[in-house]
């Protein structure tokens, strides 16, 4: 179906639909700060899970997105404690041995670089950006 087949969200929806993934993001954070939310659901819940998945990149994205758009602490906080996650799984080798490691350092390392200028972040993406050349 092609895109013109759909009405365009007005200013409103769209700040609305913003709120609402937002508020969404929030909801998780308790529970997916130190830890990362499961690929699939079980049960209609994602469990918790150690950073091992190379999914986990979007749930930070996430986070960042949620912070770029609110500049709100608890995101940052949030995304920075992920960095140190994604610094230690890249330093010690921790399940990076594939091809998706831009879809975990892309979304997350990089992502917070570029909004904070976090030099944490930018070694662990170039430490993943040399271990992907390596395959």
Avoid at 26 to 48: G, H
Avoid at 80 to 92: A, M, P, Q
Wanted: proline share 3%; hydrophobic share 35%; with cysteine.
């Amino acid at each position: 179906m092609k895109l013109e087949n759909y009405p365009a969200l007005s200013a409103k929806e769209l700040d609305e639909a913003i709120g609402y993934a937002i508020e969404q993001v929030r909801s998780c954070l308790a529970d997916y700060t130190t830890m990362f939310k499961y690929p699939n659901s079980v049960n209609n819940f994602y469990p918790q899970m150690m950073n091992t998945e190379w999914t986990n990149g979007f749930w930070t994205g996430e986070i960042w997105l949620a912070y770029e758009m609110t500049k709100e602490e608890e995101f940052k906080k949030s995304g920075l404690s992920h960095v140190d996650s994604y610094h230690h799984r890249i330093k010690n080798n921790i399940v990076c041995d594939h091809h998706d490691l831009g879809f975990l350092y892309s979304p997350s390392c990089v992502a917070a670089y570029k909004l904070l200028g976090d030099e944490k972040a930018k070694e662990a993406a170039v430490m993943a950006a040399d271990k992907l050349i390596t395959r």
